[in-house]
């Protein structure tokens, strides 16, 4: 669980600055106003960097023994989360081949997914180098998903802005290689995970159900 | 060498936020632009929060046993930094009492410092518990002797503007009880912690000399 909350503070701090004015300057999460927008930019600011170090100061709190292992495979992907942000900042503007989308994709939000997933496998005591490549493949389906709802979906459904990709000239998948393509790319490497999970039986029922859920979702 | 590093991450990563227009708005920083300055605001806050990151990664990333404790320390100060930066942006336009300011100090600038401190006796096998309150009066000296470098040196001389606190109307100690009774007063508490570094013996010179130029520094 303390494994589950400091993921959770990492993801939040990252969307908290992400949609800061400098960022993606959005108005709208989860259906409500963002953290600047509801308070100012230095709050917003000050919230996600403090989210970060509660994320680690709760894990770190823990006395087991898996702690230290698991605060460092998430401060590794939290690194590398960063490293994605901020190619896809320079790439904006520029035109991307597919290989460099997927590549960006891969730290931007496979990272991060992947080390929720293989952080998971080291509570469980398994392995989690066998797994964390299955979540990296989650997370380009994750991204994929995300770049065709915002394409297909409306703002008020998503409980953020709608078509913004789009408008800003980005290069996502589906806006290479199409809708359709991208649909079809996203299914492959859910297929692709779910082969990894299989050997791991029922008790893996909740990881696939979630792994499905990717793709399934319609926010 | 590896708690140095993380340590200095962090520090470095809290300068770059606070320079950032939405906080303490400085263009200049040890003499050169800040990092928006020189770059821009997202990858001024991008870098920060890698540094963040990478403190912990780094850190964690050994081998030593002491890691997992001595990222915890640094987890939860610098926690403690951000909620004190907060605290300030706060009472900015506030007039606050002596106290008020004292307690803001201990958070925003003693918490990082004092965690410096008790790291370095947690490295040496020692107990953290005994010097982090000796750590603690340093970082309140500290920021007297630096709201008094504001008040009293020159921006080439500082490397970063001066004249700031008293332009935003900032309660500082200098500004409430005056400038030579606040410099009294970090002397008294440089005292304090070089009284509980006594006990160290010749170990700890580098320890108290450091502790000395925390007030002799003329920048």
């Not at 989860?30 to 170090?53: C, M, N, Y």
């Not at 389906?141 to 915002?150: E, R, V, Y």
């Amino acid at each position: 669980m303390r494994f589950a909350v400091a993921m959770e503070a990492v993801h939040t701090y990252s969307l908290v600055h992400d949609d800061l004015p400098a960022m993606d300057d959005d108005d709208l999460r989860r259906g409500r106003p963002t953290v600047h927008k509801a308070f100012d930019e230095a709050t917003a600011i000050l919230v996600g960097d403090a989210l970060q170090s509660l994320a680690f100061a709760h894990l770190l709190g823990s006395p087991d023994v898996r702690a230290a292992a698991l605060a460092r495979l998430l401060a590794e992907n939290a690194y590398l989360m960063v490293e994605g942000q901020a190619r896809d900042m320079d790439g904006e503007h520029a035109k991307l081949a597919e290989a460099e989308v997927l590549e960006l994709m891969r730290t931007k939000t496979g990272a991060l997914l992947a080390s929720s997933v293989a952080g998971g496998a080291l509570c469980a005591g398994a392995d989690a180098g066998d797994v964390y490549p299955a979540g990296l493949k989650l997370g380009l389906a994750f991204q994929i998903a995300d770049d065709l709802l915002d394409l297909t979906a409306d703002t008020a459904t998503l409980g953020k802005r709608a078509g913004k990709d789009a408008a800003a000239g980005k290069s996502t998948l589906p806006a290479i290689i199409g809708i359709e393509a991208s649909r079809g790319r996203a299914e492959e490497l859910l297929d692709e995970a779910l082969a990894v999970f299989a050997p791991l039986g029922p008790r893996a029922d909740a990881l696939r159900a979630l792994a499905r859920y990717v793709l399934s979702r319609k926010k």
